[in-house]
Structure formats: structure tokens, C-alpha cells
């Protein structure tokens, strides 16, 4: 496949094209989730294909196939370069990338322990242990155990000489128990994230590490303890947001808003756009002066990292917001000299048969210092909220309210009374400029989410969010209106 | 898409070679096309021909399921050895009910040979339409037209055998002005006979052009006079939390508990039926189940959810036919939702407001703040006006909202007697059609700065 691929490229360069890239994707996932000891999912889903992808006089085609023959291949190269010419004839092209240098090398992600070769009955044997330990505790009517793996082989070449091979795999898994009362009302306690727990570049050591089993009597208990607990008052207070919330508040609020395209009106008729326009680069306070984000698609493990992204540009480490202030961008081969910059290595497409898009990779808040029961201790009156329940914001990522799992008042520097169904809102600055306090490494994990949409059509990424829990100053607190 | 005969050929002859004791097999095969533009260029332009095939296989009463996308006898066998293994591995599921037999679905109109037949040149030429009339108004176009052809087919050992042809089109189109202010339409149909694409784009841009100098609003319950768009978005989650037996099952639903009593206005009827011609028609599920209409809501009375064979099974009720895909078994789900309409126009609906919102589309909705309520959040966008004495007097600013809705379709004064028929969120197929309403008191929460 690899020879038809470049021969497809040096056929391109011949018809004078401005740049033509290949990708051929194997990808292999597993979904296994099981309800009350029930399994409710087992399936193993394997796509293979390639896609071309060719700019000519300045305008974007792309074609995919899953038949893998020299006349396929033959029949994409040109159908892609057809659509090319057909898009220039709506705005006139106008597409440039930055220059690069040819790539030749192979990445393969580092694990222990291969996921697929891992018997199914281990996997379903744990599962097992997590749903008879969620329902030990009486009330919960519903214990759900799941875990996902993915790994991905990938070949990319070009018409610049890039020969990139990746291999990439990825785990991870959840619980979540419900409780129910004879009210009809319902409450879900999850570990160690909601919406099906945690992932990691890793193997299946990750998971194991995760020792969901272990973990499941407290999540049915707390469940339960949740059906009755006070509401969360409505208030404007101190709010300390545990980890697995916070990752999703950088993504919702920092993530998506510093996507470049997006900034340029890409995604605009679909998610939206973005707040951060490029002239406040450099000069717009984003947040308070603790505040550090860095996009970084080095880290080992993260869920967002990788060699290469999907237009052959090495992973990167992008500082974002330093020291408060708005610093960078998630940017592409062809996004990024409209700022008179090089791509950040962002471009990820969902499998051969999408487009890459710029995307997350790992949007890390960088710690600060001091334990969880340090801040708790350091806060007066305040209400700690952690694991995501609901999640909305406006199309330019500055009105946000999200709902989350479970609350926790606190009074002169401790943590009291359970309270559920917490909600908070706010605007985006001025939420982080309220950032009075991060906690240290010791705190600090990065939280896998194998679910980050984008495009149209849809395509699904893997991006991961370094985080400890922080403090933000009078935030807009309520429970269910 | 793979040729008919030799589909038929290579599913008799999978499913004569499967190892397991019950078999199945659901192949969608087609091409996906779409052109995407911003700022009035096409920026994105892109072409998928694809093959999923998903085997799922019982031994005794264990299931594993495998999906691949290449059609070879080899690489189906491997998925169906491949299933077979995982089955074996997994506990019994007790309430296995077998793989159903179905009788033929009936005829159905659900394929366009213009959509089939449509060329990369023939989008360009529909966006720079939209484009053009986008420009008149000092406005650019942002969306997406996009077009699938496919060939979808069922086959198990209980001896279901069925396929039908589709084709589906969507055009979404977002105006922008100078000021970056929006107004957003879209349009859907069967094929691209039945897309407008200068009338959609017209809508957007005078959307966009009313949307200019947006004022800011104290947020407080308003009523609310909120189109199509915006009220299948709300619909299209319910769908995901509330309209399943699945959901019932669990308790999420709003639902659950409730059939026989009045959980909306008696105003609103909704009903799933794949076969009416106002929607997109589907004639049968993932299981090969020809498709039965339901009502979910009667006078605004909980009526049924929707069934696949497991469910069914369970209440021992009759399959409705709305099965999703094995591989990820998120329980049945209506595709084809319809609520009766009202006997007003949009002008005499707006006319019943002394002082409140006209909204034209959601955004980022939310409804997993608690299902059991229906509570969902989120904004407006993209064509937001004040309602004054009876009249729109002036564009405002964006709103967060978070409401119950049960309560929002409880509220429901009036609706038009025209509908619209909105693609759905949830796939290729799948449509809500829906008037126009007058909702009171919708509960607006927040605000944003546009």
C-alpha cells in the first residue's frame, strides 16, 4: 500500500498540484460495557482504508476509500483532485502552508501490556468485580462497568517526501453506580471520571492501574449517600473544582477557543467560534496571573499525545497562557502563517476516511502547589465540585454552565455536608481571572477524553487534560432551577 | 455501493459459514459527500466510499459482536470467527430472545438518482449560489452541503433477508455580517429535488440582517416564539434520554413510571413513523425489523417508548422495530418523530406576545442536568429578536436557558399549521418534523456578550 500511495503522490506532483498528502489508517477498538453483571457490550470494530488529500490552485479535495487496490487508489488520487478544482471555483483558493522539511520516521506509542492480547475473560472478570461491588450498597438500582481500547497503525506520506509510520494504543475504562429512590429520583457517583472513566496512551496496565474493582464499594456508597443529601444552595461563593470537572472546564472554556481554525470561521456554521481573536494574542488576560496552560502533545501517556500529527508535523509543546496571558494558539500547516507562525502539530483526522482538523492534543493546566486538604483548609466558606455532569457553552466559548456529580460545602476549612445536583456558571475571563489557587503535582493527573467532537462530518478525537484541582473566587453556584 | 446480487450472495453465503449457533448481519454500503465553506469559499470538500459490516452472533444465549469495513468472504468469516470467540467468553444473557424474524418491509420511496448522481462541480455550483445571494446583503455564508447514497441490508439465520437503497441531502447555512452578528437555516430532505438552496440561503441572511445592532435583555421567564430548528434540536435529545424502552428501563427517562398520565400539554401529539412521506422514510432497524409507527405522547399523555427485540422481549410487548446498532447498544430509538400541528401562522403566534423572544435556533443544549425532569440547558443562537405588543421590534443579545421540558411542552399556547422537517443530529437518517410553537414562560438563566 505504501508504493501506491507514493506512487498516487508523484502522480499528483505531476499534474502540478500545490501539495497532495496520503494517509492508509488500520484502527482496531473495543468496546466492553456490562450493567448490574450483565454484558450489555461486547464488540470489536477494525476500519481500514486511505484517504487523499490534495490542494490545487489553492483549494482543498479530499477523497477516501476502504478498498486498499491500485485502482482504488488510482480513482481516489483523481476524484480528490477533481473536488480540489471545484472548490477553487467558490472563493478562489487562496491556501498556503508553511514549509517544511521532509519527515521519515516511525513512532510507536510505549506500553506494557498489548490490550488484545489481554483474554476477554480477565477484562470481564473485572467488570464483573465492579458491578457486584457497586451493588452491594442497597439503592443503587443500576452499576455500570466499562472499558475501551483502541490502537491505531497509521502510514502517511507526501508530496514534500514524508514517510511517516505511527503506532499508537490507548485504554482506559470506568464505573458508575445509580441510586434511586421509590420518588422516581435518580443520582450517579462515578470513578475516576463520568462518561466512562479515564484513558490513557498506554496499555492495558493503565487500566489495571485504575483498579476499578477497588473503587467500586465507596462509588455505590456515595451514590446512595447522594440520593440524600441537601440540595446545593444557590449562592455566589469560593468554588474549588476537583480534577475530573476542571479537565473539562479547560476543554470547554481553553481548548476549543484556541483552535486557530475556528478562530478563522472554519467551524463557524457548526460549533461556533472563538472569543480569542488573533489580535488579542499577546495581550489579552485570559486569566489571573497564576494561571499557566500549555498545550503538549509530548507527555508520555496522555491521551492527547502522538509523534506526528496528520500532516506529518512533529508533536509539540505550545505554551497557551503564561503567567495569565493569552500566548498561543492549536494551529495547522495552513492556519498558522496567517499569524506568521509554523504549524503547533495540532492536524488530527478520526480515521482515514476523515480530513485532519486542528484539534487538542494534551491542554494541560501546569500546577501550583499545596494538597486538596491544603486549599480546603485555606478556604473560609466555599463548595467543592467534582466529576461532570452536564456541559454547555455559547458558540464563542464565553458563557458556560455545567452540572456536576457531587458537592461538598465548606465551612472554616473544612469539608462538610455532601450536596447534590451542584451547577455552576460563569464567563469565561472572568472565571479564570478569579483564579486564586492550583494544587501541586502531587494533585496533578492527566485525565483522558476519548470523546472531544468536532467537523462536519463528525469526527471524534482523543485528547487528555493535565490538571490538580484550583480555586476560583465568587463564582455563580445553584442547584437544579 | 456494493452491487445487489453480490450483497445477497456474500450475506447467504457468510451466514451458511458462521460457527455460532444464530447469526447476524447488517451492512450499510455507500458514499457520503460533503462541501464545506466559510467566510463564502469552500474550505473543506470531502468524499467517503465505505462499507461497515456488523456481525453479531448468539451461541446459546451469549452474544459478541465484531464490525469491519471490507466485504471479502475471508475478512467476513475472520469477523464472524472473531464474534464467535467473544461470544463464547461472555456470560449468558438470560434475556436473549433470539435474533427476530421479520416480514418484508413495504415498498418505500427513499432514493433520489439526481443525489447519487451528484458531482464535486454541482456542490460548488449550489454554495456559490448561496454565496452570491449572501453578498447582496453585505453578508458570508458559512455551512455545509452534504449528500449520501447507500445501500442498507439486514440478514440473519432466523431467515430476515432485507435491503433497501436511501439517499438523504442537508444544506445548513450561517450568515454573518460585518459586525460578526448571525442568522442560521437549513433545509433537508430525501434528495437535492427537495433542497431550496436559494430560498434556505435567502432565510439566513435576512435572519442576519434583522440580527444587526442586538440589544441586551434582562433574563427572566419570557415567553418564547421558537421555530423548527430550535425545537428539534430539544427533541433530538430527548431521543437520546427519554424515548427508548432502554431509557425507561434504566429510569432516565422522564417517562418511566409515568405511561398513562399527562407529562406534556394536551396540545402535543408525537408519533415515530418511518413511513411517512412528510420525513425521510427508513423501512426497517438494525435488526431488519420492519418498522411499525408509534405514539410516544397522545394529547400530551405518555403513551409508549420504542422497542427493538431485547426490550420487547423483556416487557412482552411487540417489536416496534427501532433497534440500533449492535455495536454500541444504545437501546431503540425513534428516527422518524412528527408532532401534530397547530392551526396558526408564525405572524399570529408572534402576535400573542406582548413582550418576549423569538427564537430561531439552540445552541450546545444539554439535557442531562436530570433527565427524570427533562431539565436541559443552553443557548440561543443565530437569529434572536425581542417580541414587543405583537411584534418583533429588535434584534438581541444571546441567552442561556435552563428549563424542565416537560414544563416547556406543557406551556405550549399555540402552534402553526405549517412544519418543517429538520435532519436530526443523531445520523444520516433521521428527521423531527415540527411546527412552530408559543411557548410561556420559557426560563431564561443567563447571558453572553453577542
Request: aromatic share 8%.
Amino acid at each position: 500500500m505504501k508504493d501506491l500511495l507514493k506512487q498516487a503522490m508523484d502522480e499528483l506532483k505531476r499534474q502540478g498540484v500545490d501539495y497532495a498528502d496520503a494517509r492508509r489508517v488500520i484502527g482496531t477498538s473495543e468496546i466492553l460495557v456490562m450493567k448490574n453483571g450483565k454484558l450489555e457490550t461486547a464488540s470489536v470494530m477494525e476500519s481500514r482504508g486511505f484517504g487523499i488529500r490534495v490542494l490545487a490552485g489553492g483549494a482543498w479535495g479530499f477523497s477516501s476509500s476502504s478498498l486498499q487496490t491500485a485502482e482504488a487508489v488510482r480513482e481516489v488520487a483523481a476524484q480528490a483532485l477533481a473536488i480540489a478544482k471545484a472548490s477553487a471555483t467558490v472563493g478562489g483558493g487562496g491556501v498556503v502552508l508553511d514549509e517544511r522539511d521532509a519527515v521519515i520516521d516511525r513512532y510507536e506509542s510505549g506500553f506494557d501490556e498489548d490490550p488484545f492480547e489481554v483474554q476477554l475473560s480477565d477484562k470481564l472478570s473485572i467488570l464483573a468485580e465492579c458491578c457486584a461491588g457497586m451493588s452491594r450498597t442497597d439503592g443503587v438500582k443500576l452499576s455500570t462497568a466499562s472499558m475501551m481500547s483502541f490502537k491505531n497503525d497509521k502510514l502517511f506520506v507526501s508530496t514534500d517526501g514524508s514517510e511517516i509510520e505511527q503506532f499508537i494504543v490507548e485504554t482506559g475504562g470506568g464505573i458508575a453506580a445509580t441510586a434511586m429512590n421509590d420518588a422516581g429520583e435518580r443520582q450517579t457517583r462515578s470513578y475516576p471520571a463520568s462518561f466512562r472513566g479515564d484513558y490513557a496512551t498506554r496499555g492495558f496496565e493503565f487500566t489495571r492501574s485504575l483498579d476499578l474493582a477497588g473503587h467500586a464499594d465507596q462509588v455505590g456508597a456515595e451514590a446512595l449517600e447522594l440520593l440524600n443529601a441537601d440540595e446545593c444552595p444557590a449562592v455566589h461563593t469560593d468554588l474549588i473544582i476537583g480534577g475530573t470537572q476542571l479537565a473539562l472546564q479547560v476543554h470547554e472554556s481553553c481548548g476549543h477557543p484556541i483552535e486557530l481554525d475556528r478562530v478563522f470561521g472554519t467551524e463557524a456554521s457548526y460549533a461556533g467560534t472563538s472569543f480569542l481573536t488573533t489580535d488579542k494574542l499577546g495581550s489579552f488576560q485570559y486569566g489571573s496571573d497564576i494561571v499557566n496552560i500549555v498545550a503538549d502533545a509530548t507527555c508520555e501517556g496522555g491521551l492527547g499525545s502522538f509523534g506526528y500529527d496528520d500532516e506529518g508535523v512533529p508533536a509539540q509543546r505550545t505554551e497557551i497562557v503564561t503567567e495569565g496571558l493569552f500566548t498561543g494558539y492549536l494551529s495547522s500547516r495552513e492556519s498558522a502563517p496567517k499569524i506568521g507562525q509554523k504549524s503547533s502539530g495540532t492536524m488530527r483526522a478520526d480515521g482515514w476516511n476523515r480530513i485532519p482538523l486542528v484539534r487538542m492534543t494534551n491542554i494541560n493546566l501546569l500546577p501550583g502547589a499545596g494538597t486538596l486538604e491544603d486549599l480546603i483548609a485555606d478556604t473560609d466558606d466555599g463548595i467543592f465540585v467534582d466529576s461532570n455532569k452536564s456541559w454547555s457553552i455559547d458558540q464563542r466559548r464565553i458563557n458556560f454552565q455545567f452540572g456536576c456529580e457531587i458537592a461538598w460545602e465548606i465551612k472554616n476549612g473544612k469539608r462538610t455536608r455532601m450536596l447534590k445536583n451542584p451547577v455552576y456558571t460563569g464567563i469565561t475571563p472572568e472565571f479564570w481571572g478569579g483564579c486564586d489557587a492550583i494544587c501541586g503535582e502531587e494533585e496533578w493527573h492527566i485525565f483522558g477524553i476519548p470523546s472531544c467532537g468536532k467537523g462536519e462530518p463528525g469526527q471524534t478525537a482523543h485528547v487528555g487534560h493535565g490538571v490538580a484541582p484550583a480555586r476560583f473566587k465568587n463564582v455563580e453556584v445553584g442547584g437544579k432551577r | 455501493m456494493i452491487e445487489k446480487t453480490k450483497l445477497s450472495a456474500l450475506l447467504k453465503e457468510a451466514l451458511q459459514a458462521s460457527p455460532a449457533d444464530e447469526t447476524e448481519l447488517v451492512v450499510w454500503s455507500g458514499t457520503n459527500a460533503l462541501t464545506r465553506f466559510a467566510e463564502s469559499r469552500i474550505h473543506q470538500n470531502v468524499y467517503e466510499e465505505n462499507t461497515y459490516v456488523t456481525a453479531r452472533v448468539a451461541v446459546g444465549k451469549r452474544t459478541g459482536v465484531t464490525m469491519t469495513n471490507q466485504l471479502e468472504p475471508a475478512e467476513l468469516q475472520s469477523a464472524l470467527a472473531r464474534a464467535t470467540e467473544i461470544a463464547k467468553a461472555s456470560p449468558e444473557d438470560p434475556d436473549f430472545p433470539g435474533f427476530p424474524k421479520s416480514d418484508a418491509a413495504p415498498a418505500a420511496d427513499t432514493f433520489s438518482d439526481a443525489t447519487a448522481a451528484m458531482t464535486p462541480t454541482q456542490r460548488a455550483e449550489a454554495v456559490s449560489e448561496a454565496v452570491d445571494i449572501a453578498a447582496r446583503k453585505n453578508t458570508t455564508l458559512s455551512g455545509a452541503y452534504r449528500i449520501s447514497a447507500f445501500r442498507f441490508a439486514v440478514a440473519n439465520t432466523s431467515g430476515t433477508d432485507q435491503s433497501y437503497d436511501g439517499t438523504d441531502a442537508a444544506l445548513s447555512v450561517f450568515a454573518t455580517d460585518p459586525n460578526k452578528v448571525n442568522g442560521a437555516t437549513s433545509a433537508y430532505a430525501k434528495g437535492i429535488e427537495g433542497i431550496d438552496v436559494a430560498g434556505t440561503a435567502q432565510r439566513a441572511v435576512d435572519k442576519c440582517v434583522a440580527a444587526a445592532n442586538p440589544v441586551s435583555v434582562d433574563y427572566a421567564p419570557m415567553d418564547i416564539v421558537v421555530e423548527p430548528r430550535a425545537v428539534a434540536e430539544v427533541i433530538s435529545w430527548l431521543n437520546f434520554t427519554a424515548f427508548g424502552a432502554k431509557q425507561v428501563h434504566e429510569n432516565m427517562s422522564f417517562m418511566a413510571g409515568r405511561f398513562g398520565e399527562k407529562v406534556m400539554g394536551e396540545n402535543i401529539t408525537l408519533v415515530d413513523d418511518a413511513f411517512d412521506t412528510a420525513g425521510i422514510p427508513v423501512p426497517f432497524d438494525y435488526e431488519g425489523v420492519t418498522k411499525r409507527p408509534v405514539t410516544l405522547i397522545e394529547k400530551g399523555v405518555a403513551r409508549s417508548p420504542v422497542y427493538d427485540s431485547l426490550t420487547a422481549a423483556k416487557d412482552g410487548v411487540a417489536n416496534t422495530g427501532h433497534a440500533g446498532s449492535a455495536a454500541f447498544r444504545g437501546g431503540p430509538a425513534p428516527r422518524n418523530l412528527f408532532i401534530t400541528p397547530g392551526d396558526k401562522t408564525r405572524d399570529e403566534l408572534i402576535g400573542m406576545v406582548d413582550r418576549g423572544i423569538f427564537v430561531s435556533n439552540f445552541h450546545y443544549v444539554n439535557g442531562l442536568l436530570d433527565t427524570r425532569r427533562a431539565l436541559f440547558t443552553g443557548m440561543t443562537r443565530a437569529g434572536t429578536y425581542l417580541i414587543e405588543d405583537g411584534r418583533i421590534s429588535k434584534a438581541v443579545k444571546n441567552m442561556r436557558w435552563t428549563d424542565s421540558m416537560m414544563r416547556f411542552f406543557s406551556e405550549v399556547a399555540a402552534m402553526t399549521k405549517e412544519r418543517e422537517t429538520i435532519g436530526a443530529s443523531w445520523g444520516a437518517v433521521g428527521s423531527v418534523t415540527t411546527p412552530t410553537m408559543l411557548v410561556r414562560a420559557f426560563k431564561f438563566t443567563g447571558a453572553t456578550e453577542f
